[in-house]
Every structure is written in C-alpha cells, then in structure tokens.
C-alpha cells in the first residue's frame, strides 16, 4: 500500500467511529487533504504529521475547524515557516 492509501485507510476508520474530518490545503504541496480533529470545540491535539501525497513533515496543531502547521523553514535557515488552514468543506460531523 502506498502512504496515501495507507492514510485513506486510516481515515476511513476515523469516520466509522463518527470522529470529525476536515478538508484543508496542504502548503507543502497545495493538494487537499482530509485531517482528523478533535470533534471538541475546546479540544487541541498537537502532534508530527507527515503529508501523505509528498512526504513534508509538519508539527500539526489540530483544532476543531482549523490545522496550524508548522516546520523549519526550507529556504531561511533559523527560521520558522508557519501556516493556519481553516477548514475548506465538512467531511463528517
Ligand atoms: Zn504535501
């Protein structure tokens, strides 16, 4: 299985148990890609994520209706590219 198989896997047992999904566009590779969030308006989950379509790795701060990305910066050394990406459409509830 690829990685984005393996991910639309995972995803798909996320939805079976009614958890929240949100679509976003990724910064690293401007493709959509569905994000599992807290189903908790008050919830917050930070965590590495990797983007399954082009393997960019990003510590993800995911919230109810919006992911905060952020890695070391590609092109400034030193410094931090950050990104806040509201949800585009409601996947699951
Ligand atoms: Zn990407």
């Not at 807290?38 to 919230?63: D, I, Q, V, Y």
């Not at 030193?78 to 509830?93: M, N």
């Amino acid at each position: 299985m690829s990685r984005l198989q393996e991910y639309e896997a995972y995803l798909e047992r996320v939805r079976a148990t009614g958890s929240r999904v949100i679509t976003v566009t990724m910064p690293c590779c401007s493709k959509q890609l569905d994000v599992h969030v807290p189903n908790g308006k008050a919830h917050e989950w930070t965590s590495l994520m990797e983007c399954p379509h082009c393997g960019t790795f990003w510590m993800s701060r995911k919230k109810h209706s919006v992911v905060g990305l952020g890695r070391p910066s590609p092109e400034v050394e030193g410094a931090v590219e950050r990104h806040v990406l509201v949800s585009e459409k409601k996947v699951t509830a």
